[in-house]
């Protein structure tokens, strides 16, 4: 395959500034390749860009907004999801949506950039790439990762801190109930709560709390 004359301009996408600043880190060795121009959370994006990459880290159910928002904005030539979940009720609504592609969390930095690549190139990618392990990335960032979260584990934790029921959360992440209460109880032993109520003012006071920030340079390039 012939590598674009020009890097890619990518905009990250994601309700979290720890998660957007995750994957710009992670893709930095590759700024000839790929170039973020903008780093969004909680932010619509603004400025023109080849392919926004959606990172479904608390947001992974497409039938929130947030996702229509990035399909819709006339400055992104293509969506990409970026999840742990790839189910096919998952990739038939991204392919209804008009999302080409849907990549996994698990898969290393430089095979994230050759996929992007061919999305750029006017590939679709549903139901291509598959990867049932939770194992993230290097270089793949969440909150609650210091203190010992694993991905998921805060993935649920989010899901609480913003108020949903086990079910809610259950049909929110792909998972199943007795999933979302295996993470429950483990996250609960990590963060050093036990009760639902607690694991809410833990998760407010560990950065599980939505942040509006947009972060570009003003010649288009990340800072």
Same mark, same amino acid.
């Given at each position: 395959?012939?590598?674009?004359?020009?890097?890619? +301009?990518?905009? =990250? =996408?994601? $309700?979290?500034?720890?998660?957007?600043?995750?994957?710009? %880190?992670?893709?930095?060795?590759?700024?000839?390749?790929?170039?973020?121009?903008?780093?969004?959370? $909680?932010?619509?994006?603004?400025?023109? *860009?080849?392919?926004?990459? /959606?990172?479904?880290?608390?947001?992974?159910?497409?039938?929130?907004?947030?996702? !229509?928002?990035?399909?819709?904005?006339? +400055?992104?030539? +293509? &969506? =990409?999801? /970026?999840?742990? *979940?790839? &189910?096919?009720?998952?990739v038939?609504?991204?392919?209804?949506?008009?999302?080409?592609?849907?990549?996994?969390?698990?898969?290393?930095?430089?095979?994230?950039?050759?996929?992007?690549?061919?999305i750029?190139?006017?590939?679709?990618?549903?139901?291509?790439?598959?990867?049932? !392990?939770? &194992?993230? #990335?290097?270089?793949?960032?969440?909150?609650?990762? +210091?203190?010992?979260? &694993? #991905?998921?584990?805060?993935?649920? *934790?989010?899901?609480?801190? $913003?108020g949903?029921?086990?079910?809610?959360?259950?049909?929110?992440?792909?998972?199943?109930?007795?999933?979302?209460?295996?993470?429950?109880?483990?996250?609960?032993?990590?963060?050093?709560?036990?009760?639902?109520?607690? #694991?809410?003012?833990?998760?407010?006071?560990?950065?599980? %709390?939505?942040?509006?920030?947009?972060? #570009?340079?003003?010649?288009?390039?990340?800072?």
């Amino acid at each position: 395959m012939t590598e674009p004359a020009s890097p890619i +301009r990518l905009a =990250v =996408v994601n $309700d979290y500034e720890v998660v957007v600043r995750g994957i710009a %880190a992670m893709l930095a060795p590759f700024g000839d390749r790929v170039q973020i121009v903008e780093m969004d959370s $909680d932010a619509g994006v603004i400025r023109e *860009v080849d392919i926004a990459l /959606y990172d479904t880290f608390s947001t992974p159910a497409l039938e929130d907004d947030s996702v !229509d928002d990035v399909i819709r904005n006339p +400055r992104v030539r +293509r &969506t =990409v999801l /970026y999840t742990w *979940v790839l &189910t096919p009720e998952l990739v038939a609504d991204a392919r209804r949506r008009g999302i080409e592609a849907a990549l996994p969390k698990g898969i290393e930095a430089g095979a994230l950039v050759r996929a992007l690549e061919r999305i750029h190139a006017g590939e679709v990618l549903l139901d291509l790439i598959h990867d049932e !392990d939770d &194992t993230p #990335a290097e270089g793949v960032s969440w909150p609650g990762q +210091r203190e010992g979260l &694993t #991905a998921r584990e805060s993935e649920v *934790v989010a899901l609480i801190t $913003d108020g949903l029921s086990n079910q809610e959360i259950a049909t929110r992440a792909y998972l199943s109930i007795n999933s979302v209460k295996s993470y429950i109880r483990s996250a609960y032993r990590t963060m050093g709560v036990t009760s639902r109520s607690q #694991a809410v003012l833990w998760g407010i006071d560990h950065g599980f %709390a939505r942040n509006r920030v947009r972060i #570009a340079h003003p010649n288009g390039e990340a800072s």
